[in-house]
């Protein structure tokens, strides 16, 4: 959802419990408060404390797709707690606690008080998890031992009022620094970033984590609220003025990303240790010049004539996806000029500004190899974007149970490089049919608002273009082309796996990670629908819902670094020592797993 890096800093992150409902993870006395002596990381109420989980005694809709949404009855539970600093244990005002519940498609967001506390009245039931963020601290999420640990989720039923709900924010590390050229002046302007190593669609990479900044006019900069772990950090220069069509030999040199302490390997990078709170000054970087390149041609829209007003907008593809390299305007006769590129892959993208709504905005686009020399005469020529039109297909038996507002979404099935963003969700007729618009590339095709949940209850069960199935290989868009006769299958026979782990001694976990995927090698790939992982709730129960009918392996593991459940050497790894079991649609399944180690 995202996340680590090579090695941890070896510090106990444990807290107080993370649960007032957390059997054998409490505080002896209830008006107990986190304090300097306690560890720096979440803290809830603690194993002498009782559950603090107080249960009061214990539809569907009809329609077409498009009728008006019925607003969301409120709930009847209720959450409570505190937000403390870690290093000091004062209350935390102005601190901001999110709990969000995907299946239910539940975002709240509240601000504590002058005394720290917090509460969310009308609470639906549902598995939530629960973060608090504010400032310079590290945003904490509650089942958190480690900063880089997935939350776990806390199960909430009606009528159910949970107290003391309480986390503890550790200060976060500080890097400080100054960037300056090969002469020794100070550089503004260059974005700086602690970043670490994760698991990106099966491939371990360095990604930014946290915030990043910019150097000053004296080419400081300053990193802050950096969770504790271990880091590199990297200078990137950003060319001020691409666009200048009076380019002067200045702008003949770029500099090429440079990681702490001066190189522009990554390999040869030196890692930084952080602690909680650490502040580590005067990190100097020295960027190095290379041979930058100018880059001229034309756009011209889909009438033959200059593409003006439009903008072009240059994306280079970074660890985690794509990072924007400049931007600025086509010129009146459709030419434009693009300096100080530096080597490497880059993609030109077009963009006509304004349009129809609807319609998705006008581009052209096109891939460049940058080598030190100058490209001309590089034609961007806009395509319109393709339309596809298809419809839904519902079983008959459940049609009445269907959400009133249906969305369809496309979005690329490779996650990397995206040079475009998504288009925008189409909504489904009251005749089922849907049409939606993109531009050249192979998408697929989901339920939901773009990269939200679908509704509660429902799935893709296949789409299917002309007969074939592209649920998981996707549908090729291309220039100038519309597509017709795909068909988007619904249901709302979903799956449901769920059980607890115990360790060698028989005593039950409730620190593991749950991981499920595919027994086909082949649906290994990153990004895939048939794998998932689960953290336990409260109560020590993982829960795992929608995934396809199929094969699986599922194993339980005490360690995992975030993203490395979708890396193809880690699940071969584990594959020996997982249980085997098989879904069917709409089954329900208990399974109580052994903890593993992970490595």
């Known amino acids: 959802m995202q996340h680590t890096f090579a090695a941890l800093v070896a510090l106990a992150f444990v807290g107080r419990g993370l649960l007032a409902a957390d059997v054998g993870q409490g505080l002896?006395?209830?008006?107990?408060?986190?304090?300097?002596?306690?560890?720096?990381?979440?803290?809830?109420?603690?194993?002498?404390?009782?559950?603090?989980?107080?249960?009061?005694?214990?539809?569907?809709?009809?329609?077409?797709?498009?009728?008006?949404?019925?607003?969301?009855?409120?709930?009847?539970?209720?959450?409570?707690?505190?937000?403390?600093?870690?290093?000091?244990?004062?209350?935390?005002?102005?601190?901001?606690?999110?709990?969000?519940?995907?299946?239910?498609?539940?975002?709240?967001m509240t601000t504590t008080d002058a005394n720290g506390a917090y509460e969310f009245a009308g609470v639906r039931?549902?598995?939530?998890?629960?973060?608090?963020?504010?400032?310079?601290?590290?945003?904490?999420?509650?089942?958190?031992?480690?900063?880089?640990?997935?939350p776990k989720p806390l199960e909430i039923l009606d009528h159910q009022t949970?107290?003391?709900?309480?986390?503890?924010?550790?200060?976060g590390g500080v890097v400080t620094g100054r960037i300056v050229?090969?002469?020794g002046e100070p550089m503004s302007e260059v974005a700086v970033a602690a970043q670490r190593y994760q698991f990106i669609q099966g491939q371990r990479r360095l990604i930014p984590s946290g915030r990043t900044v910019t150097t000053n006019d004296i080419g400081e900069f300053r990193l802050f609220g950096i969770p504790p772990g271990q880091y590199y950090i990297s200078a990137t220069w950003r060319n001020p003025n691409p666009m200048n069509p009076n380019a002067g030999p200045a702008?003949?040199?770029?500099?090429?990303?440079?990681?702490?302490?001066?190189?522009?390997?990554?390999?040869?990078?030196?890692?930084?240790?952080?602690?909680?709170?650490?502040?580590?000054?005067?990190?100097?970087?020295?960027?190095?010049?290379?041979?930058?390149?100018?880059?001229?041609?034309?756009?011209?829209?889909?009438?033959?004539?200059?593409?003006?007003?439009?903008?072009?907008?240059?994306?280079?593809?970074?660890?985690?996806?794509?990072?924007?390299?400049?931007?600025?305007q086509v010129r009146p006769d459709g030419t434009f000029t693009i300096a100080g590129i530096g080597p490497g892959e880059y993609t030109l993208r077009a963009q006509r500004m304004g349009g129809m709504p609807g319609e998705g905005p006008e581009t052209a686009m096109e891939t460049i190899t940058v080598a030190g020399a100058d490209i001309s005469?590089?034609?961007?020529?806009?395509?319109?974007?393709?339309?596809?039109?298809?419809?839904?297909?519902?079983?008959?038996?459940?049609?009445?149970?269907?959400?009133?507002?249906?969305m369809i979404s496309v979005y690329p099935v490779n996650m990397n490089g995206i040079p475009a963003p998504p288009p925008p969700p189409a909504r489904v007729n009251d005749d089922f049919t849907f049409e939606t618009k993109s531009t050249p590339g192979r998408m697929r095709l989901t339920l939901g608002g773009g990269f939200n949940a679908p509704p509660t209850g429902w799935a893709v069960r296949s789409v299917r273009l002309n007969g074939v199935d592209v649920t998981d290989a996707g549908v090729e868009f291309k220039p100038n082309e519309d597509i017709s006769g795909v068909?988007?299958?619904?249901?709302?026979?979903?799956?449901?796996?769920?059980?607890?782990?115990t360790n060698s001694r028989g005593e039950a976990s409730k620190d593991y990670s749950a991981i499920v995927f595919a027994q086909d090698k082949e649906k290994w790939a990153g990004n895939s629908r048939y794998q998932s992982m689960s953290r336990p709730d409260q109560d020590?129960?993982?829960?795992?819902?929608?995934?396809?009918?199929?094969?699986?392996?599922?194993?339980?593991?005490?360690?995992?670094?975030?993203?490395?459940?979708?890396?193809?050497?880690?699940?071969?790894?584990?594959?020996?020592?997982?249980?085997?079991?098989?879904?069917?649609?709409?089954?329900?399944?208990?399974v109580d797993l052994r903890l593993n180690s992970a490595s």
């Open 28 to 108: 002896s006395d209830p008006a107990h408060q986190a304090g300097p002596k306690d560890p720096p990381y979440a803290s809830l109420a603690g194993p002498k404390d009782p559950p603090y989980l107080s249960q009061a005694p214990g539809g569907v809709i009809g329609g077409a797709p498009n009728q008006p949404q019925a607003p969301t009855a409120p709930g009847t539970a209720t959450l409570r707690g505190h937000i403390f600093a870690a290093d000091s244990g004062q209350p935390l005002r102005k601190a901001q606690v999110r709990i969000v519940a995907n299946e239910i498609r539940e975002n709240r």
């Open 125 to 150: 039931a549902g598995r939530y998890t629960i973060s608090a963020g504010k400032g310079s601290y590290v945003t904490v999420s509650y089942g958190q031992q480690r900063p880089t640990d997935a």
């Open 162 to 171: 949970v107290e003391r709900l309480d986390l503890s924010l550790p200060r």
């Open 181 to 183: 050229d090969e002469f």
């Open 251 to 328: 702008d003949r040199t770029a500099y090429a990303p440079t990681y702490f302490p001066g190189t522009t390997n990554a390999t040869d990078a030196q890692r930084i240790a952080l602690a909680a709170g650490q502040e580590l000054d005067d990190l100097a970087m020295t960027l190095t010049p290379i041979k930058a390149a100018r880059v001229t041609g034309t756009a011209t829209g889909t009438d033959g004539k200059p593409m003006t007003p439009a903008m072009i907008i240059v994306t280079q593809s970074s660890g985690a996806g794509v990072s924007l390299s400049s931007a600025g």
């Open 377 to 406: 005469d590089v034609h961007l020529v806009a395509a319109k974007p393709s339309t596809l039109t298809g419809r839904v297909i519902v079983d008959l038996a459940a049609v009445q149970s269907l959400p009133p507002v249906l």
């Open 487 to 501: 068909e988007v299958e619904l249901t709302n026979k979903l799956t449901t796996i769920s059980g607890l782990v």
């Open 540 to 590: 020590g129960r993982f829960k795992i819902a929608g995934l396809p009918p199929g094969e699986y392996y599922i194993i339980a593991v005490d360690r995992i670094e975030p993203g490395q459940q979708s890396d193809p050497d880690f699940l071969e790894s584990v594959r020996s020592r997982a249980t085997s079991l098989s879904l069917n649609e709409g089954e329900t399944k208990t």
